[in-house]
């Protein structure tokens, strides 16, 4: 049998009782070590997350008191981020608002009758509005695969183009806003009836007519210009004259007047109209 020894049995001593007491007694400066670098890992943490928190009160803060914040303008955040975008006044105020969404905004969509895939269009100009854009194309004749090609290409980012084959040798020509909403519908300017001979319903919906902003100064927002380059009284004055319920103002040819015009924001469809006499030689500034 294998010999084996009870530890203290000779000496008196427990010599395994003792080791471990020198191991622990050992141990200890490790242990201290390794709790002071838990404290200084959980130190070092709340100190970043400190930084965090004041960087990002710090940019908060910048914004209103730099010197670009009277005219910094506010931004619209939707969660979903792309639901809905803009900017707000500066003079709102910041917050959280819900928003319900009780209808989805859709493209307006026109579609034709059936027409014979072989059938010659006429060639001819027309004019697709939607909203302020507009797109003019010029048709050169041809099919309704031809036409449905020729718009696609020329009101590319207006409206998007369908063809789709019904029975037989007959297709329908679609359009459909790139945009949608009310304020996209689609019309439509065909003076040389393009879109009619394509059978594209709605084709005769007119655009609607160019707005007219008339801009007549009145007689004391009216200055004389360089009078003595012309050889003028420098108390000339412009001929106001009204008829029919139309005013208008009439200036020599050797006059020369100069006048402020309000800023005003014009769009596409409408028109500068500022009533001058026809027919007449002038110098305005």
Known sequence: MPAFTIPGLSSGQDTNLIV????????????????QNSFN????????????????????????????????????????????SGDASRSASSGKRRIEIKELATSHQISGEKTDVNKQ???????????????????????????????????AGLVNTGLVKVDGDNYVLTLTATFSGK????????????????????????????????????KDQIQIFQPEKYGIS???????????????????????????IPTTEFKKTQKLNLPLLPNLHRKKK
């Open 41 to 84: 890992k959980a130190q070092s943490k709340a100190w970043n997350d400190l930084k965090t928190v004041t960087t990002d009160l710090q940019e908060k803060t910048r914004a209103l008191i730099s010197f670009t914040a009277p005219f910094a303008m506010k931004s619209i955040v939707s969660e979903p981020e792309g639901i809905i």
């Open 183 to 218: 304020d996209r519908k689609l019309k439509f300017e065909d003076s040389n009836g393009v879109l009619q001979a394509a059978n594209l319903v709605g084709a005769t919906e007119p655009a609607d007519p160019p707005k007219e902003l008339n801009f007549l100064p009145e």
């Open 234 to 260: 420098s108390d000339s004055k412009p001929v106001f004259k009204e008829e029919s319920g139309k005013k208008w103002m009439e200036i020599a040819s050797v006059a020369s007047f100069q006048f402020g």
């Open 20 to 35: 471990k007491k020198l191991v622990e007694l050992e141990a200890k400066p490790i242990r201290r070590l390794e709790q």
């Open 121 to 155: 269009i006429p060639a001819g100009k027309f004019k697709i509005f939607s909203g302020d854009s507009e797109k003019e194309i010029e048709f050169s004749g041809g099919t309704i695969r031809d036409l449905a090609s020729s718009i696609k290409v020329s009101a």
